[in-house]
T-cell receptor
Framework: TQLLEQSPQFLSIQEGENLTVYCNSS?????LQWYRQEPGEGPVLLVT?????EVKKLKRLTFQFGDARKDSSLHITAAQPGDTGLYLC???????????FGKGTHLIIQP | NAGVTQTPKFQVLKTGQSMTLQCAQDMNHEYMSWYRQDPGMGLRLIHY?????ITDQGEVPNGYNVSRSTTEDFPLRLLSAAPSQTSVYFC?????WGGGSPLHFGNGTRLTVT
């Protein structure tokens, strides 16, 4: 059983549309991170959510941590081609063995 | 402001060859790690280090070796390359482990083993 399930796996929409991607688990986490990865580059941190129910905004991106701290969503308003990329969620088990990543959502925004 | 630097960016090996993927960071981070990224598998942890002289295995350590002689450098060695090791390899560092602190990634090494 995968620790983190991300959905959808692939999403292709037109510029200007809104979208939501999800990161779900049956486990409770103390924090959850979202990364974006562009082709040929490493992932870059977008946000860390810590508190159940927390909502964070980064320009047109809205991140929410579920009340039970088992899931998270990323909503993009008026998507732009520059939002194209692989969106990854990641959690820590609390130890030194690093982050566990979901498999990601491949997002393509067509002009 | 270099951050995490990985070399080479691309490499082609024949089965059985060995090589070292280099990783260096200039942020004085204690924690460094290596991941491999494969289609449909996501990012998987190979080895990690919580400080100079200390290394440990991650989820997929077989066929790889690491050492951490300095805070800055964390090379990954492929002992005898196999086609199953064809992948994109990422080195990452962070100020502290245990969650919350962001991982800083290099831009990856794309390795093909024929």
């Amino acid at each position: 059983t995968q620790l983190l399930e991300q959905s959808p796996q692939f999403l292709s929409i037109q510029e200007g549309e809104n979208l939501t991607v999800y990161c779900n688990s049956s486990s409770v986490f103390s924090s959850l991170q979202w990364y974006r990865q562009e082709p040929g580059e490493g992932p870059v941190l977008l946000v860390t959510v810590v508190t159940g129910g927390e909502v964070k905004k980064l320009k047109r991106l809205t991140f929410q941590f579920g009340d039970a701290r088992k899931d998270s969503s990323l909503h993009i308003t008026a998507a732009q081609p520059g939002d194209t990329g692989l969106y990854l969620c990641a959690v820590s088990g609390g130890g030194a063995d690093g982050l566990t990543f979901g498999k990601g959502t491949h997002l393509i925004i067509q002009p | 402001n270099a951050g995490v630097t990985q070399t080479p960016k691309f490499q082609v090996l024949k089965t059985g060859q060995s090589m070292t993927l280099q990783c260096a960071q200039d942020m004085n981070h204690e924690y460094m790690s290596w991941y491999r990224q494969d289609p449909g598998m996501g990012l998987r942890l190979i080895h990690y280090s919580v400080g100079a002289g200390i290394t440990d295995q991650g989820e997929v350590p077989n066929g790889y070796n690491v050492s951490r002689s300095t805070t800055e450098d964390f090379p990954l060695r492929l002992l005898s390359a196999a086609p199953s090791q064809t992948s994109v390899y990422f080195c990452a560092s962070t100020k502290s482990w245990g969650g919350g602190s962001p991982l800083h990634f290099g831009n990856g090494t794309r390795l093909t083993v024929t």
